[in-house]
């Protein structure tokens, strides 16, 4: 028996350094696989791509014919391309992150040696990816049958605020997902998803609202992310500060709560 | 026979726990458990459900944080990095994404390490052959086993760390793991390993320590423990008084109750010889191997 410790290989003595792989693979491959989770569910990838484009199609493009139909093609690109980028967010990560905590997934990576918040930082990714993802059937519904016209700075400004603007939806979606279990965190990002996208001015135009709407929608993270991006696409002039600083706080505050969520859950 | 020989007694001390305590909101899940485990040995931690193996392990690996007593990993503290890169671990409730086929995992475990085994050779080693490109979702229960058992030797751990790892596999499946194991265990790997059969423990430790109530009832070989609490229970009706029931041989402990004999043995066919013999109307026979819970209860009262 004791002459099998000769195998050089496997000797203990040559696997006392075992020494982790370059950070920067663990990093892609880790954002690679989230993304496939996601591209690999059918019940999740085709209503969060179908859904944005289909009420586009219908709101922004169909039912918007006449004199002004190129400006409601554009206002309406930016802010349901929002609404489609959040969903990825908010979902992803809120539900995945549920899902994970419970099936025994999380607790796993926690005893593997992946390089800290690379798990996080792949489920952003996945957020970024499939805003962006959305961003493109959008655009692309919008240039061939919506008659709008982007410069090529535009589209940069537009498919840049889509992927960051998803982040905040991210640190909220992760902040449900660790307070609360699979079952509940679907519920209640449904609770928020909505409601955030109809106060926020997404679903329909903000100024058609009510003049409470419109006070109530200064006050939403989705709201802002449109504005933002209703100034890429050039639908409004002047890059909105307010907005890109309101956004900017409501990042902060849910990356705040998020980072004392996830912690909550270690232990 | 598959007794493994004896580990190397000099190996590394590569796992320690020693007065570690837990206390969860109803129950005291460890109180004062002390092991250690070092190069080249397999331990079993046997017990009955409920006993803390697997609060035991969670604790050790830094997903439960301890009350009181001291835990080292290879020489660092219980989840560390350092630790995490030395363990390969396979969790008893531990899913995999669904979605990602068993070669998309190993990948991604691989790259964790900076000289990870080799996916073909894990998947010869685990019985994946023919699997690697399927999604886990469609694998069986056994073949999840086996890839969640690929995972924890991605990263040619020194100490693998099993929570109740055969409980989904088949017969064939749990002799062909156990083949992976020694073949590294052999090259210096220590494994620890939770389990409530004892046959299991027998198959593949060198030592086992008997867990019950959180802490450790007493270790040894897997022979030794096996005396300890392998016995049977031998009922019968019988015409024979308590003192002549006590002198048959093998009887360890014997209660009567209007004729009805109960006789714990850890010699049934020797005991039931010599019962017979001496009773002609002895009757209404059964023998019962208790499970392992009985048979802890008994040495604890014993101990008591």
Redesign the interface.
């Known amino acids: ?2 002459t ?2 000769a ?1 050089p290989t ?3 003595e040559a ?2 350094g ?5 950070p920067l ?2 990093y ?3 954002a ?2 989230e993304v ?2 996601v ?3 059918p019940a999740f990838l085709y209503p969060t791509l179908a859904f944005p484009s289909l009420f586009y199609l219908l709101f922004g493009v169909l039912m918007a014919r006449g004199a002004s139909s190129g400006e409601t093609a554009r206002y309406m690109l930016a802010t349901y391309a929002v609404f489609g980028a959040m969903g990825p967010a908010l979902f992803g990560f809120g539900v995945g992150i549920a899902e994970e905590r419970s ?3 999380l ?2 990576k ?6 800290p918040l690379s798990y996080l930082f792949a489920k952003a990714a996945m957020a970024m990816v499939f805003a962006v993802m959305v961003g493109l059937l959008l655009l692309t519904l919008a240039t061939t049958v919506g008659g709008v016209r982007l410069s090529a700075l535009s589209i940069a400004a537009y498919f840049l605020v889509l992927g960051l603007g998803a982040l905040p939806f991210a640190a909220l979606g992760l902040m449900i997902g660790c307070l609360l279990r699979a079952q509940a965190a679907v519920a209640v990002v449904q609770l928020v998803y909505l409601p955030l996208a109809f106060l926020g001015g997404l679903v329909f135009p903000i100024f058609l609202m009510p003049k409470l709407m419109q006070t109530i929608a200064a006050f939403l993270p989705s709201f802002h992310f449109g504005q933002l991006n209703l100034w890429a696409v050039g639908s409004i002039s002047g890059f909105p500060l307010r907005s890109f600083l309101a956004l900017s706080a409501f990042a902060l505050l849910f990356l705040f709560l998020a980072a004392r969520a996830y912690k909550r859950t270690e ?1 | 026979m598959s007794l493994p ?1 004896s580990p ?1 007694r000099a ?2 001390e590569l796992l320690s726990l020693s007065g570690v305590r837990k206390r969860f909101a109803q129950t005291e899940a460890l109180r004062g458990l002390d092991l250690t485990l070092h ?2 040995e397999v331990l079993a931690l046997l017990g009955p459900n409920g006993a803390g193996k697997t609060t035991a392990v969670r604790a050790l ?5 301890v009350d009181a007593g001291q835990i080292r990993v290879l020489g660092s503290a219980p ?1 560390s ?1 350092a630790a ?4 390969g ?1 396979m ?1 008893q ?5 669904d ?2 086929t068993v070669r ?2 190993l ?10 085994a080799s996916i073909d050779s894990l998947a010869r080693d685990c019985e994946l052959d023919g699997q690697l490109d399927r ?1 886990y979702e469609a694998l069986s229960g056994g073949q999840k086993r086996r890839a969640q058992f690929a995972l924890a030797l991605v ?4 100490l693998l760390i099993l929570d109740e790892p055969t409980s989904a596999l088949d017969v064939g499946a749990r002799s062909s793991f156990w083949a992976a194991i020694r073949r ?1 265990v ?4 220590g494994v620890l390993l939770t389990t409530h059969d004892l046959a299991e423990a027998e198959a593949v430790a060198h030592r086992v320590l008997v867990m019950a109530q959180g802490r450790a009832l007493g270790s040894g070989t897997p022979a030794e423990v096996r005396a300890r609490i392998d016995g049977s229970v031998v009922h019968f009706r019988t015409s024979l008084d308590a003192t002549a029931l006590a002198a048959l041989p093998g009887a360890d402990q014997v209660l009567l109750d209007q004729g009805r004999a109960s006789v714990h043995t850890r010699a049934p066919e020797q005991l039931l010889r010599a019962a017979l013999a001496a009773d002609a109307t002895l009757n209404d026979l059964e023998v019962i191997r208790p499970r392992l819970e009985d048979a802890v209860e008994r040495w604890l009262k014993e101990a008591a």
């Open positions: 028996m004791n099998l410790t195998i496997a000797a203990p696997q006392i075992v020494r982790a792989g370059p693979r663990a892609l491959q880790e690679r696989a496939l989770k591209w690999r569910q099936n025994g997934l607790d796993l926690r005893v593997l040696p992946l390089p232990n | 020989a190397p190996g590394a190069t080249g690996l830094g997903l439960t944080r989840g990095f995490r890169l030395g363990q671990v969790l409730v531990g899913a995999l994404p979605q990602l998309d995992q990948r991604l475990a691989s790259s964790y390490y900076a000289e990870p999604r990263g040619n751990p020194r590294r052999a090259a210096g790997m």
